[in-house]
């Protein structure tokens, strides 16, 4: 079981760009506001990104790729210089000079769970070029992605967000092979025997697992293997089990017609007040709102 693509695909991923542009001489472009991810590619050139006037600004070259998990205030200009940040916009008063190419994308997330892959991340992910852990991928990503922007080809914009997808997935791959995290979903995959028990849980969320079963199954001792556990993922086994299960049938109830009882029974819940007290507990909103909820959507 790749745990990874399972809670992708339960977090339903859209990504795409936004905005693509060349900048010359002194210029600045300054965030809005926004509930997504995002991710600045520089195509060509230098420039500099800002996050406020008691930060040193960070440097960015040809090839490098900035990404923001959540919305941060940032700014990205010509200049070095520490500056105050400017309002949302653009300032581009010049048409020479040395030549930036931005492209500037976003990552979206359909499903309104708790996403444990962004809140893993810090403020902000800078992935350089020079790098050579990122060389396999990164160069030859990147420049399709600006190729396809430049192109305006037929299909574009469905090959763009195609490849601005698989990005997202080669970001957090390389923050994983980095072993940046310590704690968290991320640090939980790098981790060599904490990751086979996600992938048994996720493989069989259904299954009456318990803690010396798991453990067993990496080949820890129960005491290690629930340590280990607690301080990676901070949360027990069980209860990571129990919340992974109410999020698939926060899923179901959501996208399928099938009965409140049918996916307690699915998760192994001997009864559907067990179930519903249980998905109460872990949602903060009992089955029948939720269901409620989609056909209010739907109408």
């Not at 700014?75 to 309002?87: G, P, W």
């Not at 996916?263 to 029948?288: L, R, V």
Request: one cysteine or more; glycine letters at 6%; aromatic letters at 8%.
């Amino acid at each position: 079981m790749d745990v990874l693509s399972d809670v992708l695909k339960l977090l339903r991923l859209h990504a795409s760009v936004y905005f693509n542009a060349d900048f010359c001489g002194g210029w600045s472009i300054s965030s809005s506001e926004h509930n997504k991810a995002s991710y600045h590619i520089i195509e060509r050139g230098t420039c500099w990104l800002h996050m406020g006037e008691d930060k040193e600004p960070l440097t960015l070259r040809g090839g490098d790729l900035v990404f923001f998990p959540r919305y941060i205030r940032h700014m990205i200009s010509d200049s070095n210089q520490k500056q105050a940040l400017a309002e949302p916009g653009i300032v581009a008063p010049d048409t020479e000079g040395p030549t930036t190419r931005l492209v500037c994308g976003y990552f979206e997330f359909e499903s309104n769970l708790v996403n444990p892959i962004l809140n893993a991340l810090p403020d902000v992910v800078h992935i350089k070029n020079d790098d050579p852990d990122n060389a396999i991928w990164l160069e030859s990503l990147l420049s399709q992605i600006c190729r396809e922007t430049e192109s305006n080809a037929l299909g574009s914009t469905a090959v763009i967000d195609k490849l601005s997808g698989v990005l997202f997935v080669q970001i957090i791959r390389c923050w994983i092979n980095k072993k940046a995290s310590d704690k968290g979903l991320l640090a939980a995959l790098a981790d060599p025997q904490i990751s086979v028990a996600l992938q048994l849980i996720h493989q069989s969320p259904q299954q009456v697992w318990t803690v010396e079963s798991l453990a067993q199954q990496v080949q820890m001792s129960r005491s290690a293997f629930a340590k280990r556990f607690q301080t990676v993922m901070g949360s027990t086994p069980m209860y990571y089990l129990a919340h992974w299960r109410m999020q698939k049938a926060y899923e179901l109830l959501t996208t399928s017609n099938q009965s409140v009882a049918q996916i307690a029974e699915q998760f192994n819940y001997q009864s559907e007040a067990s179930f519903s007290k249980a998905f109460k507990q872990h949602m903060d909103i009992g089955p029948g709102a939720v269901r409620r909820a989609k056909k209010a959507a739907l109408t």
